[in-house]
């Protein structure tokens, strides 16, 4: 038999224990923690907030540059092959009437308005005839 | 804000426990304490990834462990380039609190625990002072709990034989 003292398991949990249970955080350190996660807290906060003002800075500056792309002249726009249009006299005459352009609604088609000629031939006439009557007016009032 | 109120709260909590394995690990006031800050804070920063407040302790503490180990590994490097310094820290023994005999018995058996093999003390100090299971001792070690059982076999037996006497005493007394 061992005749040497033996501390139990118990016992020498039980000292271990009470050993370190006297070892507790000087309320020193309590409050340097304490201001040390505060401080970590509000820097937490000025990161977010600095997150924040850059994030509305850049969606400024993008929007601000897409404006300018789309007003810029010098816009990428696909280069089309220039169409030279002759464009037709303003008017011209024909037998029987004198065309004149008024609009052009598509390259192939243009509203023309037409005024005829006749017109001034029944002037012509007309302006005859009158002659022709004043004449013989004129020539019985002579003879009379 | 909840979730700010919780952690703070928690971190209070479990600032003895941390304080104390601070102790174990660092066997210094001062290192302990910084020790101590530095796993609070780090603690503070990944607050989000501890998914069940009953497990806080066993997360602080594995936090603690993982710092001291950064801290280790530091001192390592350093003491490659520069001249061993003459080491003058405070005494790492509690304050008196109960009779100087008492207090006398109390000193010796955390020295007989602090001079235990590095894995074996924490083994000791979370298993016993902190009354964790050996499943959660070896979460915060890093370890297995069948590493857990023989460093606590190992740690018990050294520390009965450094405190034989101290158990005459206790027995005398009774």
């Known amino acids: ?144 | 804000m909840a979730e700010a109120g919780f952690s703070e709260r928690l971190l209070e909590l479990h600032l003895d426990g941390v304080y104390r394995y601070a102790f174990r690990l660092t066997q210094d006031a001062d290192a302990a304490a910084d020790l101590t800050q530095e796993t609070m804070l780090r603690a503070w920063r990944r607050r989000t990834s501890l998914r069940d407040a009953a497990a806080a302790k066993v997360w602080l503490l594995r936090i603690a462990d993982n710092a001291w180990n950064d801290t280790l590994r530091r001192k390592l490097r350093l003491r490659k380039h520069e001249e061993p310094a003459e080491q003058e820290s405070a005494d790492p023994r509690p304050p008196a609190t109960g009779g100087v005999e008492h207090q006398e018995t109390l000193n010796r058996a955390l020295a007989a625990l602090d001079a235990l093999p590095d894995r074996q003390r924490r083994v000791m100090h979370l298993a016993v002072c902190e009354s964790l299971p050996q499943a959660e001792v070896a979460e915060v070690l890093g370890i297995t709990t069948q590493a857990v059982k023989a460093s606590l076999a190992a740690g018990r037996k050294r520390l009965r034989e450094q405190l034989q006497d101290i158990d005459q005493q206790l027995q005398t007394k009774r």
């Open chain 1, 1 to 144: 038999m061992n005749d040497k003292p033996h501390i139990t398991d118990d016992a020498l949990d039980g000292l271990l224990r009470s050993a370190v249970a006297a070892q507790t955080a000087p309320p020193s350190l309590r409050n340097s923690v304490r201001s040390a996660v505060a401080r970590e807290q509000s820097n937490g906060s000025r990161r977010l907030a600095v997150a924040a003002a850059a994030a509305c800075v850049a969606l400024g500056w993008i929007a601000i540059a897409d404006r300018y792309d789309q007003s810029a002249p010098t816009s990428v726009a696909p280069q089309t092959p220039e169409v030279v249009v002759v464009e037709p006299p303003t008017e011209f005459t024909t037998s029987n009437h004198i065309v004149v352009r008024h609009e052009r609604v598509a390259p192939n088609v243009t509203v023309v308005q037409l005024v005829p000629t006749y017109e001034s031939e029944k002037r012509v006439r007309r302006e005859a005839l009158a002659r022709s009557i004043r004449n013989r007016v004129a020539q019985r009032g002579g003879a009379s």
